[in-house]
């Protein structure tokens, strides 16, 4: 008997192929800045969908995107449920995974914002040079290699694996706040669903997910009692609750200084803990959308760079 070829998988071939040769050239991508989240969007044969590009999220597809690429083939394995994500990607002749197969989550499982689809993740984001330019609201791949000897560049942080490679690509980055620098990860996705109040100190109209950063319980309170000056929200999450925000007037970053930067409290052992497992070093908080809304930012994950315009 001959093997079937999926046509999702034929698609993929071909699109690889055709991806292969753009690789070398600056492509700006189907992005959407979402009151400082980005979205990209997915062309397929079923209809396009929306996926949360997230510097420090899984990658995965939501399930109910199935009803509409009915050709997309799911795989079960150890209890949990898989597609070729990576054909997807490719028909829409965006960036690869460098999966074979990506998890699909089920309905009820999780919703994302703005009605994505799926998630692109730190996996998806540690493959290649990127231009995040939150000035101009565009989004761009294959960007050239930055050089340390740039101005305004500067290393970034991995979790290495002990021989030249990375275990992860969660990238940490260095920021000074009120003259103490701060061990931060890099987080596109780093968000709240604000309360009224919230919303009222932000001058937020939409009542939707905003784009915020996050620092430590003891770091915020060591910020608030210095600080009596700085404005402070105590209720500012409506879905997670007991998270306080705070707004510092400004940061430096890369040698720039800008603000000011809304920043919502979390408990100490997320990040000293939990998220300082996979960055290789002990962070204390994530630079995300409040602060990145300043900037022009390429990330060259291959080279450990990120630059700051």
Known sequence: MKPKVNLVTLLFVLAYALGMAQESQPKQLPGTFKNQLLFIKAEAPGGALSFFANTTGGTFLLERALHRQPAM???????????????????????????????????????????????????????????????????????????????????????????????????????????????????TGARLLPTPEACEAMGDTTHSA???????????????????????????????????????????????????????????SQYLTYFSRFTGQPVMGALGGSALQYFRLTVDYPNGLAKFE
């Open 73 to 187: 083939a799911i795989v079960e394995e150890s209890g949990n449920s898989f597609v070729e994500l990576d054909a997807l990607l490719a028909g829409a002749e965006l960036p690869l995974t460098g999966k074979e197969r990506s998890l699909l989550i089920s309905y009820g499982s999780g919703e994302l914002e703005c009605g994505a689809d799926g998630m692109l993740g730190q996996a998806w984001f540690g493959r290649n040079c990127w231009t995040l330019d939150y000035l101009q609201q565009e989004f761009w791949a294959y960007q050239a290699p930055l050089s340390p000897l740039e101005s305004h560049t500067i290393p970034l942080g991995f979790l290495g694996n002990g021989q030249g490679g990375r275990i992860t690509s969660f990238a940490s980055l260095s920021v000074e706040v009120d003259g103490e620098a701060l061990p931060l990860v890099l987080d």
């Open 210 to 268: 905003l784009a915020t950063s996050f620092i430590i319980e003891s770091v915020f309170e060591e910020w608030r009692a210095a600080h009596p000056e700085w404005p402070v929200v105590e209720q500012a999450d409506s879905e997670l609750g007991n998270v306080k925000m705070i707004q510092v007037p400004e940061i430096t970053v890369a040698g720039h200084t800008v603000g000011p930067v809304w920043f919502c409290s979390r408990p100490d």
